[in-house]
């Protein structure tokens, strides 16, 4: 499975980005999807995730209520929604691919990894 995000770029502090995720290959319904992020000297860090039957998404705290992850299995295409952006948002965003179909917030289930999407926030 290939992974390719796209939708990131600079935004002010308040704005909203939607990103994307297409995945190639034919078992994409059957993946639990998810979205990390890493900022400028930190560590990798969940942000949100999706199970193969997209109910029950997982949020971190941190975005909890300003985000919203969903799939679209007949494109292939993972999204996540970011609202009321803060620059603590900034960083490069990655999606994967679990080929458990989980989606939950635990790296090491994922095995696939996209290239990320970067995303500036200015205050």
């Known amino acids: 499975v290939q992974l390719q995000a796209s939708g990131g770029g600079l935004v002010q502090s308040g704005g909203c980005l939607r990103l994307?995720?297409?995945?190639?290959?034919?078992?994409?319904?059957?993946?639990?999807m998810g979205w990390f992020r890493q900022a400028p000297g930190k560590e990798r860090e969940f942000v949100a995730g999706?199970?193969?039957?997209?109910?029950?998404?997982y949020y971190a705290e941190s975005v909890k209520g300003r985000s919203s992850i969903s799939r679209d299995n007949a494109k292939n295409t993972v999204y996540l929604q970011l609202n009321n952006l803060k620059p603590e948002d900034t960083g490069v965003y990655y999606c994967a691919g679990d080929a458990g179909g989980r989606g939950n917030p635990q790296s090491s289930f994922f095995q696939y990894w996209g290239q990320g999407t970067e995303v500036t926030v200015s205050s």
């Open positions: 994307s995720c297409v995945a190639s290959g034919r078992t994409f319904s059957t993946y639990g």
């Open positions: 999706i199970s193969w039957s997209g109910h029950n998404p």
